[in-house]
């Protein structure tokens, strides 16, 4: 039983400084200033998303105030 807790100790700590390794890699390929572009572009679209759907809810809501009571 000591020996299988051994072993899959072993891979555990192998496959935790596998991920560092990785992340740390990834780290240093990262282009700042193309993913702080990609972010604003996604913030103006995500704004005008928004506007886009109170404008239509407004549109909405006045014409459900226009319908006639029955």
Known sequence: MLELQVQL???????VAATRERL???GHERD??????????IVILVI??????????IKIANN??????P
């Open 32 to 41: 700042r200033g193309e993913v702080t572009a990609t972010t604003a572009l």
């Open 9 to 15: 100790w072993s891979v555990w700590l192998r496959a």
């Open 24 to 26: 740390v890699e990834a």
């Open 48 to 57: 005008a998303a928004i506007a886009a759907g109170g404008v239509i809810a």
């Open 64 to 69: 459900a105030n226009n319908v006639p009571e």
